[in-house]
């Protein structure tokens, strides 16, 4: 079955700093993975998508099929970084998305 | 701010009662879904929807219904049957084809009383 761990359920670290957010995948497709995140008092968003191969505010994640995991990356941390990171894995048909449990980033100076 | 309306923020139900959860969206989408998120356990997908008159159940189904009569709306109903459903509920909704970022709105939270 489909499964999206992340191991951490807080993180956090110094400004400057890097950031990584873990995220490994259990699925027996081809997987297309995602990094949503929510902001304090915004929506749910989407920050990055493998396939796209971009940097989003800095962040990068690279999907490592060998070790089925998509870990979101930044070289140095600022505080806006402070937020709840989901990573997201497309699931069938439908769009679907099997979500992790969340890592929440805290960003301090 | 528009896109998707979520109705309303917060919300009680009395044990046995059905109650429903609003979801509008205003972005021309054609799916659009309904999940529910607990603590440390993520979102989990409860139902979608690809098109009128038509969806989907998603991972935990049970205890819920949905409707599908309008392309905007996509309400969400609580049944007595679902026997934990306090929660917080979030719908979304995004563009047809695989891996269309989906738009989520502000949520309800739903207690019983």
């Known amino acids: 079955a489909q499964r999206v761990t992340q191991p951490e359920k807080l993180l956090s670290v110094f400004k400057g700093a890097p950031v990584e957010l873990k995220c490994n995948y259990s699925?027996?497709?081809?997987?297309?993975l995602f990094w949503y995140v929510q902001y304090s008092r915004q929506r749910l968003q989407l920050l990055l998508r493998h396939i796209s191969r971009e940097s989003i505010k800095g962040f990068t994640a690279d999907l490592n099929k060998g070790e089925t995991s998509f870990h979101l990356k930044k070289p140095f941390a600022q505080e806006e970084d402070s937020a709840m990171y989901y990573c997201a894995l497309l699931t069938g048909g439908g769009n679907k998305l099997t979500f992790g449990t969340g890592t929440q980033l805290k960003v301090e100076l | 701010d528009g896109g998707i309306t979520q109705s309303p923020k917060y919300l009680f139900r009395k044990e046995g009662q059905n109650v429903t959860l609003s979801c509008e969206q205003n972005l021309n989408h054609d799916a659009m879904y309904w999940y529910r998120q607990d603590p440390g356990q993520g979102l989990r997908l409860i139902y979608y929807s690809q098109i009128v008159n038509d969806f989907q159940k998603g991972d935990i189904a049970e205890g819920y219904s949905v409707s599908r009569e309008k392309k905007e709306s996509f309400p969400l109903t609580v049944t007595s049957a679902q026997k934990n459903p306090t929660a917080f509920y979030l719908c979304a909704s995004s563009i047809l084809g695989q891996g269309s970022p989906q738009h989520f709105g502000d949520g309800t939270r739903l207690s019983i009383l």
């Open positions: 699925y027996s497709g081809s997987p297309e």
